[in-house]
């Protein structure tokens, strides 16, 4: 089964930028997502692999989970990538424009090669709608894929999806892969929010996101990170009126009413993966 760590909010970082770089190191997203792919020009692929490497290897543990993302499998960019990622500690990778299962099987054999990249789990981008159809396939091909990401932007361009504020017309794949992910036992994570002076479009998408199941959401600017860790964290609200339901049940009655509704296993079932959610 999957083993990745919970994550609520990943913060993208061009590779290839050292001053960022040097401040994501400081903002508490629950990873860093060191990015290799379409932030990084191709002139530069070498140098955010080389500035990656120096990171991983400075030896100071981050308080952040570390993650890379690779340029896709089809890609002239692959091989180079998985050279590099043979150097470097990290817990995740994060596999754009993920296709099918044998993409992820090919990043599992790069993977098993290293000793130190025992752990590192893997997170298949779907960003195509044949991906989203693979999705089940892409989900289950390895132990290592610890959840699906949602890439809307280059899964828009591909279905010539015009997106209007609430982005209703991407409700259909974002549901359909959290429906994936879950029947494979794996989280899923939704993209990112370019509109990053925005806080309450991103909130209402994070929200919106959460309501759909997605566990996190991934981030392109330092600020967005507070805002996605509380929306995919159960509030005070939540967890209050989950353990007071908790403690109302009685082994002896399979339904009772609570805050004048009726209450069941199912209900109480939603109680208990809310307080689980706070132990994280
Ligand atoms: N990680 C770390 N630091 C970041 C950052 C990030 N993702 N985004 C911005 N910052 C820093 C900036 O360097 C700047 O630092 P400074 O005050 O020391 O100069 C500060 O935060 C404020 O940045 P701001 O001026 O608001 O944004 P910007 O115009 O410099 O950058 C983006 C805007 C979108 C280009 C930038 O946020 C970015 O590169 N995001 C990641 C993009 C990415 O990886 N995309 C690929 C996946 S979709
Ligand atoms: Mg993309």
Redesign the pocket.
Known sequence: MPIGPRLRSL????GD?G???A??VD?PADALLV?W???VASQNKAKARAQTIKLTQQGFSLQQAMFIRINPVCSSAFEGDCEAIGKCAVDGILLSKCASADDVRLLEQILNSVDMLKKCCIYPLIESPSALINASSIATASDRVAALAFGA?DFSTEMDIVRSEDEIELLYARSCLVTHSRAAGRDTLDS?C?D?HNPERLRAAGTRARRLGFTGK?A????QVAILNEVFSPSEEELKRASRMIAAASPNTGVFSFDGRMVDEPILKQARKILQKQKG
């Open positions: 913060l993208f970082v061009p930028d001053g960022k770089l401040k994501a903002v990015d792919e379409d932030s932007e990112p370019i990053f991934l392109i600017h330092p600020s």
